[in-house]
């Protein structure tokens, strides 16, 4: 007898910027992302066996746009608000390139999201009036893919916050 296990990996992503800086607007292109996991990541004849691989989403699954002031350095953070979500499953998330319109340091490698805000990445603005980073990307990972984890939908939110004096 064959089972087909599917979990559906529902990831929104919000945003917010800090009410007293410099940020003006700031938007989240491609948020959603839908994974699908099978039967097919089980190693076939391991009974027991969990899945061998992380589910991951492509390298720009979230793009990040938003403005502040010439020159002035800013600050991202993010952090998991979960709507329904396993506590055997991590959601990893890096940034995969720089965007354009100034500089963007650190948040190359993958972090572990948890539901507490926490440093992701930072940089400066152009030295050009109304500044704007455009196109960040973002990418996810799902580790802890277990067999033992009930078959379901299963749900977060990642809340980005943008800091600039």
């Known amino acids: 007898m064959k089972y087909f296990w599917i979990i559906i990996f529902s990831i929104v992503v919000l945003v917010r910027s800090n009410l007293y800086g410099q940020i003006k607007s700031f938007t989240v292109k491609n948020g959603n992302w839908n994974a699908i996991v099978s039967t097919t990541t089980v190693v076939p004849g391991e009974a027991g066996t969990n899945y061998t691989v992380n589910i991951t989403s492509a390298t720009s699954q979230t793009l990040l746009d938003f403005d502040g002031a010439k020159n002035d350095p800013y600050t991202v953070t993010v952090q998991r608000q979960d709507t329904d979500w396993n506590s ?30 926490q440093y992701f990445f930072g940089g400066n603005f152009a030295q050009i009036t109304g500044s704007r980073m455009v196109n960040i990307p973002i990418q996810y990972e ?5 067999v033992l984890i009930p078959v379901k939908s299963y749900s977060t939110t990642i809340l980005y916050t943008v800091i600039s004096p």
């Open 88 to 117: 055997s499953l991590t959601l990893w998330a890096r940034r995969t390139g720089p965007g354009t319109g100034g500089t963007t340091t650190g948040g190359v490698n993958y972090i572990q999201l948890a539901t507490t805000s």
């Open 142 to 146: 799902i580790h802890g893919l277990s």
